[in-house]
Structures are given as C-alpha cells and as structure tokens.
C-alpha cells in the first residue's frame, strides 16, 4: 500500500521558501563536462563583481599599497578613453 503524503503546513512552507532563497543567494547552477553542478557565488559588492567595484571605487595610493598596479589609471589611458568611442564605460 502507498504511504500517504502529508501537506506542509503554513509555517513550514514558509520555513522552506526562506531557505531556497538563501540557497538562490549563495549558489548558481553551471555545467561542467556536460553536468549541471551547484557553485558557490562569486562575492559581489552592490551586485558588482569585486574588481569591477575595486577598478570604478579604489584610489591610486590604495591600488598602490595593494600591489594592483595593473588596475592604476595613468594621463595616456584617460585621453585614449576620452579619444575612443568604443569604450563601454562612461567618460
């Protein structure tokens, strides 16, 4: 004989629904040689990546302190930015 399924109640569809939402927030599902696997989130600031809001936020003395020279914008980035119109960002 088939067991017989209970219905949740209100409380715990609510208790289940908050937890897929943190689980949505914390994990994304991606392929990986052809099978869907749950990853951890890359962490974001303001739903920005982290080196995108670092790149668009951070000051040159602090990119300094922190050895991100690659991300220190000189005089010849800025007017090749302002020259171009292909860039994406806003000048």
């Not at 088939?2 to 208790?15: D, E």
């Not at 937890?19 to 951890?40: C, H, P």
Request: aromatic share 10%.
């Amino acid at each position: 004989m088939a067991k017989i399924k209970k219905k949740l109640t209100a409380a715990q569809k609510r208790v289940r629904k908050k937890a897929k939402a943190e689980r949505q927030k914390k994990y994304m599902w991606v392929f990986i040689n052809g099978k869907q696997v749950r990853i951890k989130r890359p962490p974001t600031i303001s739903g920005m990546d982290v080196d995108e809001y670092i790149q668009n936020n951070a000051d040159p003395v602090w990119l300094h302190q922190n050895k991100m020279w690659e991300y220190i914008r000189t005089e010849e980035d800025e007017e090749f930015y302002q020259n171009s119109n292909c860039c994406k960002h806003q000048c």
